[in-house]
């Protein structure tokens, strides 16, 4: 029996999934609506210029390189570690904040708007590391065909977790942190 996949979309997801499923020995066919692959994965020049259309660092290093070992390919270029990560500018208040992984260094910028930021920041990595580990395995790196399905992963997951698991991203946030400025960073760097 022929193993035929066709993926819609040739952005690094797309790209990544079908140079899985190669190794895995699968035909792979991508069909991409774009004149080059890439997806968020851009640029666009003009007049001379050169603008990303996504993001341009990758925050869990870690992933790329399982990705690589899994199908047998070299990295053609070495990391780079950046300090500070990036920048947020923040118009309302025209502050610009540098995201830091350095939490205390990160802290020393909400003084002012963000009482005991250090602490909460902790707290809430803490608690996310638990999160994270307890669930990356079940239902983080899952496709789930059905509702019922991810909800026979849920039951897996320790009962502890399932409250987080159940609320908004931005919920959380909001439980963590009490600045307008604290919770934009907070949500951003999760969506990095």
Not at 27 to 41: F, H, M, P, T, W
Not at 47 to 64: A, K, L, N, V
Not at 175 to 183: L, T, V
Request: hydrophobic share 40%; aromatic share 14%.
């Amino acid at each position: 029996m022929s193993k035929n996949v066709i993926i819609v979309g040739a952005g690094i997801g797309g790209l990544a999934t079908a140079l899985r499923l190669v190794k895995s020995g699968y035909k792979v066919k991508i069909l991409e609506k774009n004149s080059q692959a890439g997806g968020r994965l851009n640029r666009i020049s003009r007049d001379g210029f050169s603008f990303d259309t996504g993001p341009s660092f990758f925050s869990m290093s870690y992933e790329f390189e399982n990705f690589a070992k899994d199908c047998r390919i070299r990295i053609p270029f070495k990391y780079s570690p950046l300090e500070p990560l990036y920048t947020v500018n923040i118009i309302n208040n025209a502050k610009t904040f540098f995201i830091y992984k350095n939490v205390r260094k990160l802290s020393e910028q909400f003084n002012d708007i963000e009482p005991n930021f250090e602490i909460k920041m902790m707290k809430y990595l803490n608690k996310t590391e638990k999160v994270f580990n307890d669930t990356v395995d079940l239902v983080i790196k899952r496709n789930f065909d059905s509702i019922f399905s991810y909800l026979i992963s849920l039951m897996q997951v320790n009962p502890i977790h399932l409250p987080l698991l159940l609320k908004s991203f931005w919920k959380e946030v909001t439980n963590n942190f009490s600045s307008r400025e604290a919770r934009q960073i907070i949500s951003l760097v999760a969506f990095f």
